[in-house]
């Protein structure tokens, strides 16, 4: 499957994406799931001019130009050859076409933070391009910073401290290693998106008939261009740039001084950015399959991964279609020998992921209200093998156990002393504390993926699996993550030469599953969520409780209803514990639902101020970086340190309403799990 799947570019809207698609669903037909079909839906994408490649270029006191940006990496010579001669060149998707001149300020990652500490140097990025490096936030972001404080455009680079390695032994690059050669261009959308899906349909499905806003009137696309090149081109352009030194945190691995700008070097005097990237409505196809269920068929596990990438996509997302096909074909298998889940089984291949996570948006806001009474749960691989370290593992609180679970039956494929399981290797290198013998880690779900619709808009738990490296923190994702060296051979030297890990991912992914699709009770755990829930709440009032107190809000309501979940949750379990395993299926089927019932009850159809399309108050994050509740933490940061201040009277109001609307969601999922005819009502 990998190398068919790798073999040419298949970028979402293209003739070579629609082929893998039919690839997809005909696979699934030939494989024996009982059906398979396309989901088409007509989106906003964009891309690269044809003809003319965006360049950023270094110009004398004259105009002339000193130095150009390069048009796409080379071709690397590798064994077996890529082919890389239909290759997507680096753009920024959605930038608007354009050509701008101006000085250069350097903006380190574009956090927030990184712009105060511009404007604290005062240097203004007002009528200038700025540079900035990728990391720590997304493009969208970035760039809707720099445009919102009158920039003119932005131009992103990696830098070699976020793509090549520092440790003995692992800073060989491409074709020669895992690390990212100077060449290597990141490409990504520069959407800002918050929830809504495709740009033009915000809230509903991108059909054929749908009504369709203006571009001027969508709020995510920029309006400033924007370029991505390679640290080689980078350098160019830093190293004439002028101003004085940043601080060391802003420093990259680049053998120069990093500037703030905004004057240059001699000769240099300014830079063009030219941009040449279009906006079109396109098809775009999710392919779904479906294992009917024997007893439950109208309840849903839906397994989901994106297929389109920027190029041949060997690890993002293409590692994880071919788990995914892996699983059905085994599946196929085991049906053939008359074997048929308890639950229907469903497998998606979303497209348009990298544009903005468009086909499962546009999914979920087409079958939102089904997918809301019926599934209970949605798995999601993207980049199932980015290396063969550890599993990083996102999930919604009430699954943890159940990934434990399936994590104990799966071998590690190597010998090691950090053991024998999945689960011991896991809790060895990635345990939730620094004491050795702890639990693994387990992340609460987070904005990038197809996973992001299901939690967010419609409260589905949600699980996201990969298999990554040691340094998480230094290089956030893989160093070769969506340029043109993300080949066959990447994966075949370097990451999972016999494919062992790719097994490893496909068994964890299928056992989960299974768990989700035949177990008799749902393993869906309220006790962790409520323990999360208290931590939550732990948080607000460790570093907040005397602001509540001196601004005289009372936080008991909340206190109690975190402790009526918690009660209400263990009261559930201890019942659900008393039931053999032999009870009457519509009994069953009611203690199931409640467990379904709980994740939707912290959903808002209102939306979390701000960003209305995501609905989910526990598990929207936060504008800001809070461990709480994610509108009331963002409420609780917006009234900084002076909350006695008249002036944020409003604020103050603000914050005192989010309290209430969180304390009503959480005693409402405590209580789907009071007995059904109890006295709650
Ligand atoms: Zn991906």
């Known amino acids: 499957f990998r190398r068919i799947l790798t073999q040419k570019p298949h970028m979402a809207g293209t003739q070579d994406g629609h082929d893998l698609a039919d690839y997809v669903r005909r696979t699934w037909l030939d494989q024996g799931l009982d059906s398979a079909h396309i989901a088409p839906y007509d989106v906003l994408l964009s891309y690269p001019h044809p003809d003319r490649p965006s360049y950023v270029a270094l ?9 150009r940006s390069s048009p796409g990496e080379p071709p690397l010579d590798v064994d077996p050859p890529a082919d890389i001669s239909s290759m997507v060149p680096p753009f920024a998707a959605y930038s608007p076409s354009g050509v701008v001149e101006g000085s250069l300020v350097y903006i380190n990652y574009g956090r927030s933070s990184d712009f105060d500490t511009l404007e604290s140097r005062g240097v203004s990025v007002r009528g200038k391009i700025t540079i900035g490096r990728y990391g720590r936030t997304s493009r969208g972001r970035k760039l809707r910073r720099a445009q919102d404080r009158g920039a003119i455009g932005l131009i992103l680079y990696s830098d070699p401290k976020e793509v090549v390695g520092t440790g003995s032994g692992r800073t060989r690059m491409y074709p020669d290693g895992w690390y990212a050669p100077g060449s290597a261009v990141q490409r990504g959308h520069f959407l800002y998106g918050t929830g809504e899906g495709e740009p033009l349909t915000p809230g509903y499905p991108a059909t054929d008939y749908a009504y369709r806003i203006d571009q001027s009137e969508s709020d995510q696309l920029p309006t400033i261009p924007a370029h991505v090149i390679g640290y080689t081109d980078a350098l160019e352009l830093l190293r ?32 063009r950015l030219d941009v ?13 399959g479906i294992i009917r269920g024997r007893e439950e068929p109208d309840r849903y596990v839906v397994l989901g991964n994106h297929r389109d990438a920027w190029n041949l996509g060997a690890v993002d997302p293409n590692s994880g279609t071919a788990c995914l096909l892996e699983i059905t074909r085994a599946l196929g298998e085991m049906m053939r020998r008359g074997w048929r889940p308890r639950r229907t089984l469903m497998f998606v291949s979303w497209d348009a992921e990298e ?54 039956m799966v071998p590690w494929p190597v010998s090691t002393r950090d053991g024998d399981t999945l689960y011991q290797v896991w809790s060895k290198r990635s345990p939730q504390t620094s004491a050795p013998d702890s639990p693994p880690e387990i992340d609460l779900p987070a904005s990038a993926s197809d996973y992001v619709p299901f939690v967010r808009r419609i409260g589905v738990p949600i699980l996201d699996l990969a298999l990554v490296h040691r340094y998480t923190y230094t290089y956030p994702n893989f160093p070769l993550y969506h340029t043109a060296y993300e080949t066959f051979h990447l994966q075949k030297s370097f990451i999972d030469p016999d494919f062992q890990f790719h097994r ?13 699709a035949e177990s008799w009770i749902l393993p869906i755990d309220p006790s962790e969520y409520a323990d999360t829930v208290q931590e939550m709440y732990n948080w607000l009032e460790n570093g907040y409780g005397d602001k509540f107190e001196g ?4 936080l008991d309501a909340l206190e109690s209803a975190v402790a009526n979940f918690s009660q209400a949750a263990m009261v559930f379990e201890e019942e659900l514990s008393s039931l053999g395993n032999e009870t009457d299926p519509l009994v069953a089927r009611m203690y199931n639902d409640q467990l379904m019932q709980m994740e939707r009850a912290f959903i808002d159809p209102l939306g979390i101020p701000y960003r209305k399309f995501y609905r989910h108050t526990i598990l929207s994050s936060g504008l800001y970086t809070t461990d709480t509740f994610p509108a009331l933490g963002d409420a609780v940061r917006r009234m900084g340190s002076d909350w006695t201040d008249p002036g944020k009277a409003d604020k103050l109001e603000e914050l005192k309403e989010q309290l209430s609307i969180i304390t009503f969601f959480i005693q409402s999922a405590a209580n789907t799990l009071a007995k059904p005819a109890s006295t709650v009502f």
């Open 59 to 67: 110009l004398d006191d004259s105009g002339n130009e000193m130095f």
């Open 240 to 271: 004439h740039m002028g101003g004085s030194i940043v601080p060391s945190s802003w420093r990259g691995l680049l053998d120069i001084d990093y500037r703030f700008g905004p004057d240059m070097q001699h000769p240099a005097s300014q830079v």
């Open 276 to 288: 040449n990237v279009g906006t079109e409505t396109r098809t775009i196809h999710n392919v779904v």
């Open 355 to 408: 544009h903005g996570m468009h086909g499962s948006y546009e999914w979920i806001e087409e079958f939102g209200k089904i997918m809301s009474d019926r599934a209970v749960a949605y798995i999601n691989v993207d980049n199932a093998v980015r290396d063969d370290y550890t599993l990083r593992a996102r999930a919604t609180p009430s699954l943890k156990p159940v990934l434990k679970e399936a994590a104990k």
């Open 504 to 516: 490893l991912m496909s068994q964890l992914w299928g056992n989960v599953a299974l768990s989700l």
């Open 551 to 554: 601004s005289a809000i009372s």
